[in-house]
């Protein structure tokens, strides 16, 4: 029987990698992104993982750092809601949330401890007075880590879920949609990012988003071949769409 495994491996990662690439007009003019390498690649760890272990360091890496900078992004769109969280610059406050997860644990007082969907739901909802980039950042990190077991290294023994990871991209799929459609009472966005006008066309938050998605999709698919499992797939209108639990 012929081994499929080594070039799912391949057009997985490369798909993966490709997603990674800067393709944006609107960042054409930022340093071209190095291809993701492993920082402990010719260490004893690399002989304890196989190739998808390596392909969701990757790809929750790279998740990670599309959401790090859709928070700066979001501060400098709506500079209100960073002031009501500190009074640093808005790249002290995404290295503080990014950087200090061994000190906080991505629970923050500020909005009460919530994580994963409860956060995405505080970030939206019309009582809520504060920081609205805070948990909806959070609420998007805190569900990716626990669709990847809380766990960003993976070796052989790990088991990732490609159903976890499959629910975890429509819901970044539904989170984007609130984030471009969610208003308040009086009609105003809660929080502004892609902008389109006369004058100026920015849908870099829409491409952001739709490399995360793009990325974690293609390791479902990956994960789903490797382990032979099939992935129930949900077909849901985004507009009354809810989030997948996993």
Known sequence: MVNLTKPIVSAVLLSLLSACAVT??????????AIPEQSDRSTINQLVKGDFDRMADVEIRENSESLRL????????????LHKS??????????????????????FQAINNLQGTEALFLAFNAEYTGDR???????????????????????????????????????IEIAAWKLANARDATG????????ISETERNLSFEREFGKMIG????????????SQRLISRVIQNLATALFLPF
Do not use: C
């Open 24 to 33: 944006s007009a609107d960042t054409a003019t930022r340093p071209a992104k």
């Open 70 to 81: 859709l928070m700066l992004k979001l501060y400098k769109r709506n500079p209100h809601e």
């Open 86 to 107: 500190t009074s640093d610059v808005a790249e002290k406050m995404v290295n503080w949330v990014f950087n200090g997860e061994a000190q906080h644990h991505y629970k």
């Open 133 to 171: 980039v805070l948990p909806f950042i959070v609420g998007l990190q805190t569900m990716l880590l626990k669709a990847h077991g809380g766990k960003t290294d993976f070796y052989f023994n790990d088991n990732i879920d490609p159903q976890h990871i499959y629910n975890v991209a429509r819901n």
């Open 188 to 195: 105003k966005l809660y929080l502004l990012s892609n902008e």
């Open 215 to 226: 990325r974690t999709d293609l390791f479902a698919v990956g994960l789903a071949e490797k």
